[in-house]
């Protein structure tokens, strides 16, 4: 297995075990390559979801740019409800698992099709 493979493997690692969820390998295979170099990088591999700027980021470039979706209140609330999933006090929020868990929040599987 490759370096790829084994980070998506954390990632179903962290959403079973840390998100309560049977993650969708084909999709969260797709939303981390989706991710490109970011998953090697170890500071940009993670979300720092205590920094506004942060989440902002996540939303304009991910949520708008990438899933096509308005900006508005609910995009804040849904990154608001998976990081509560995720567990607040993880230190260690994958990106890939991020976005992985809006894709499914919002339905937008087909982008990645």
Known sequence: MGKRDDLI?????????????TPDMDLLTKVTIGCGPSIYDADAATVASSQAGEL?????????KKL?????????TAMEKVIDTYGKSERNKYRAVIYYM???????ESVYS
């Not at 096509?68 to 804040?76: A, R, V």
């Not at 809006?102 to 937008?108: I, S």
């Open 56 to 64: 902002e980021t996540v939303k304009q470039n991910f949520l708008v």
């Open 102 to 108: 809006l894709t499914k929040e919002f339905g937008k």
């Open 68 to 76: 096509g979706l308005s900006d508005g209140p609910e995009l804040d």
């Open 9 to 21: 493997a954390r990632y179903a690692d962290d959403l079973k075990n840390k998100c309560g969820m």
